[in-house]
Each structure stands twice: as structure tokens, then as C-alpha cells.
């Protein structure tokens, strides 16, 4: 049996999710960085794996630490998250859906299509709508039947980022992010003062009554139950998780994103990452990336040294490497979605941890 659980992660203060927006070191030093909106699903992944070895005592884990790995590999696998595995095996978690944002009164807020522009004599976001102009005489598109565009687009203004709720409100990020800014001096390994290295450093707040939320799919057998202090990200910023069993699968919250008269589309409803061929099969595309890398270890792995306190060698911590995603919100349109939707669902493991994920939205009749 698998039980459903929405977990709510609440922030105490500020918070930081860096990726490879971090300070770095000698020729990559940067003193300049910012925190990512939302945290990396394999960042709730590695949250979730750690909660179920805490909360679960079955003598794989004592003092913070792994002295049993078979047993600890019943639970949560023997190895993280890994980009190039095709199959998704972590014990007794099944699946998770992507982060959202939970607001007050049982409001969710998912990313809305990149397709809205600020309109001042509305005096709020309009949808842009994609358009097709027959191509004629153009030198320009002379292989192509027609030239897609979008209407009103404003090159300098971009297109923004926003939220959307379940009854369609939209909310720019602004609204619900609340940057805060920290400026200092760092210290050198012999704590003297580097008079060079001074530093920006951007933090998010989350709207009063605002958290991060997801949706845990959990072998039923298991225990995963609320705590007051988790830690998330890697300046561990301090959260309230609170876990209650749902009866809603993600995709029952998602609004009904507006269809558009030219062409079918889809909406990424998480960051995704996918072949550019893609872009084949695609009538036109409102793109954005962002940037992916995470850590990788197994339950071998030693958090100071190669060696653990048996003498074993330990598995060492790596990196993933940096990949592109399609960043969430992303549209693409096709008259034939089957031919874009079979490059999202190539891999299942992205899928069940939370990325490649999208919401068909087929063409609006008139």
C-alpha cells in the first residue's frame, strides 16, 4: 500500500538555495550571489531520506551517522539521486511531485505560462497570445509555411515570472519572495580580515502565511510525521515541516491554464530537462533555463573523510556536473503534442522525483 502525504515546509526567517550560485574559491571566487527562488526537488529528495532515517529506527542509524548500510539502503536506497539513471529505486519513497507554494486557507500557487505581459491601461497581466502569420514573399522564412509570433511583446521588459492560483489569480514572484539583502566582509582560514573580499549576498523571505509544499508518495509501512526543525539547502536555513495525509494527487490541484486559439501547448509545471530536438516537433516555444547540479553519494559515504570509523573506505562525495533545465513555466506549442510529450517522458526517475513535469492545454475553440 502507498499513503499520500502533503509535506509544508515553513521557513523560520530567511533562506538561501544556491546551486552553483555560491562563493567558490581561488580562481572561481565570486562575491556576488543570490538565492534561487525554490528549493531543488533532489535538495527535498536528500530532506526527505535523511527525515526517514531519523524517524525510522531500524539500527541503520545512530549519532547522525550510517553504521548499518544494507539496512539504511532498505530504506532510502544505497545511492542518491542520479541524473543518468533511467529508473527510479529509493526504498521505501516512491515518488514526489514538484514544489509548489501553500498559502493560507488551502490556496496552492503553481507557475504560471510565460506568457503574460504587464498592460498599463489594464493595470494588470494579459495573456499574449501566439500568433501565426502566413508566409508569403519572405526571403527570411522561406522554408517555413508561416512565422509564429507573440503579440505586444516587449523585448526590454521580458516576460515575468509568476505564480498562478488554483481559481487563476496570478501573483508576481515579488509578492510572495521577499528579498533581503546582506552585505559584509569575509574572513580568511586564519580569521583575518580579506579587505578585497567583500560580498553581496541575497536572501529570500517567504510571504506571511506562505510555505513549500509537495506531495510524498510513501511505501505505508514507514513512518514520516511533522517536526519543528529540518534544515534545507546548502547554508542549512532552518524550517517547520509539517506532514498530513492527502487525498489529492498533484495534478487535481493544477488550475486550468488558458488555451490559445492558434495551437495546442504545454505548460512545464516543473523545471524539466530535455533533448533540444524538441524544439523539432515545436510550432514555437517560450523558453528560459536555469541552471541543475547536485551532489552524489551513497550510504558508504563519509561526511570528513574516505575512511569511516571501521576502517572502510568510504564513497566519496561528487558532483553531478551542470545540465540545463527548462525552467518551469516554459511553454511549447505543437498541433501535435504526443511528438513534444514523449521527450518529457523519456525518464521516469526525473519524473518521480519531480522534474519533466507538464499540464496539456489544448486549443481554446472559438
Known sequence: ??????????????????????????????????????????????????QLMVQNNNGAFIKNKIVDPAKAAELINHKSFDINDREFSFG???????VFIAGENEEYLFPANREYQWDNEEKKYVLREFKILENSNSKIYQSQKFIPYLGNYIAKEDLPDLLISTDKDLYNYSKVFLEHKQVGIRKNYIGKTDEKAFYVQFFYKLEKGCSFAFILHLEDDIKFYSSELVTLGGEQSKFRMEVEETKNEFEALLPAYQGSKESHKIVLISDAYVSNKIFDNCDFAITDTIEFNSIKSTVNTTKYSSMDRIGNKGDELSKSGQYNFFKKGSVFYSQNISKITRYLDEKDSLKKIGYNHYKIVNKREE
Open 1 to 50: 500500500m502507498i499513503k499520500k502525504l502533503l509535506v509544508k515546509l515553513t521557513p523560520y526567517d530567511r533562506y538561501f538555495f544556491g546551486g552553483n550560485n555560491t562563493f567558490g574559491e581561488g580562481d572561481s571566487v565570486n562575491y556576488f550571489v543570490k538565492s534561487k527562488y525554490f528549493p531543488q526537488q533532489t535538495s527535498l529528495l536528500g530532506l526527505v531520506r535523511y
Open 92 to 98: 521505501k519513497i516512491k515518488e514526489l511531485s514538484p
